[in-house]
């Protein structure tokens, strides 16, 4: 079973406006923290924001914010006011809190186009 | 800002060729990775390593693959015999011994196997 799934293999956006990247994931450790990597086409990967399961409030950074429902287990990334540098794929990862090694479990990305 | 630093950025061998790809982690980092990625695929895990050892490997990382962390800076990874199939974005990233912190990745190695 897929522990990470992103069900959009590719979103377009209007600049400016805001977009929902969906991600949802699997796992039975109480324990766990979600990220999501911006990669632009240059393959680099950029961290953008993390999710702890402990945490109360959604996680935010700058025009990222994180949708956090734990109940139903997803971690959906918002970002607001699209730019055309955000162009990029985009990737939903997940840590495990038992996995001593603290490897990220990447699901498959979406593709985000930025249209002016 | 620290960061990590992955060379060569692309390296082209003949199948059957030994590589290695170098890394310089974050110096304050405990926990060293490798991922791989075929082109347009996602990010997979190869191998952690932690306290001068693997501390998990996954089923990509077969006894073609080595990992080495010679001289407490460089985190180094070597394909023995290099397959066609080997070919990838080849990632290295560091992070602290918190479950809460990111993963910092370097640039990568883009593997080209002909």
């Known amino acids: 079973a897929q522990k990470i799934t992103q069900t959009q293999p590719g979103m377009f956006v209007q600049e400016k406006e805001a977009v929902t990247l969906d991600c949802t994931y699997d796992?039975?450790?109480?324990?766990?923290?979600l990220f999501w990597y911006k990669q632009p086409s240059s393959g680099e990967m950029i961290f953008l924001i993390y999710q702890g399961s402990y945490d109360q409030q959604n996680a935010t950074e700058g025009r990222y914010s994180l949708n956090f429902q734990k109940a139903r287990k997803s971690a959906n990334l918002v970002i607001s006011a699209s730019q055309l540098g955000d162009s990029a794929m985009y990737f939903c990862a997940m840590r495990e809190g038992k996995d001593s090694s603290y490897k990220l479990i990447f699901g498959s990305g979406t593709r985000l186009l930025v249209r002016p | 800002e620290p960061e990590v630093t992955q060379t060569p950025s692309h390296q082209v061998t003949q199948m059957g060729q030994e590589v290695i790809l170098r890394c310089v982690p974050i110096?304050?980092?405990?926990?060293f990775y490798w991922y791989r990625q075929i082109l347009g695929q996602k990010v997979e895990f190869l191998v952690s390593f932690y306290n001068n050892e693997i501390s998990e490997k996954s089923e990509i990382f077969d006894d073609q693959f080595s990992v080495e962390r010679p001289d407490g800076s460089n985190f180094t990874l070597k394909i023995r015999s290099t397959k066609l199939e080997d070919s990838a974005m080849y990632f290295c990233a560091s992070s602290s011994d918190m479950l809460n912190t990111e993963a910092f990745f370097g640039q990568g190695t883009r593997l080209t196997v002909v």
């Open positions: 796992t039975s450790d109480p324990s766990y923290g």
């Open positions: 110096s304050n980092h405990l926990y």
